[in-house]
């Protein structure tokens, strides 16, 4: 199973950029949005059920990220509005066959598979 992130740029603040999380199989049941910037840890950013009904954000991204699923074509999308310096680094996605239940779904553990991350660069 592959998943393949995609869509990360160079973009101003305040600008908007959309990623994309392709699995290369199957639709999975939970799929998250994490980032690292350079010199810090990996943290969660979002999560959405298979459904689409059960969402969560990070409080740190929430009402400007926008994470939407199309599960016939097996993607998940994070629509990134009003981007800060503070938003850059390398974004991926991981993805469960299962339901994750919060605050669990912010713990990469959680998740057995991963795509290869992509860049965002938010200039100031």
């Known amino acids: 199973v592959q998943l393949q992130a995609f869509g990360g740029g160079l973009v101003q603040a305040g600008g908007s950029l959309r990623l994309s999380c392709v699995s290369s199989?199957?639709?999975?049941?939970?799929v998250g949005w994490f980032r690292q910037a350079p010199g810090k840890e990996r943290e969660w950013v979002s999560a959405i059920m298979r459904s689409g009904a059960r969402i969560s954000y990070a409080d740190s991204v929430k009402g400007r990220f926008t994470i939407s699923r199309d599960n016939s074509k097996n993607t998940v999308y994070l629509q990134m509005n009003s981007l800060k310096p503070e938003d850059t680094g390398v974004y991926y996605c991981a993805a469960k066959d299962g339901h994750i239940i919060m605050p669990a779904m912010a713990r990469a553990g959680m998740y057995d598979y991963w795509g290869q991350g992509t860049l965002v660069t938010v200039s100031s």
């Open positions: 199989e199957r639709t999975f049941y939970t």
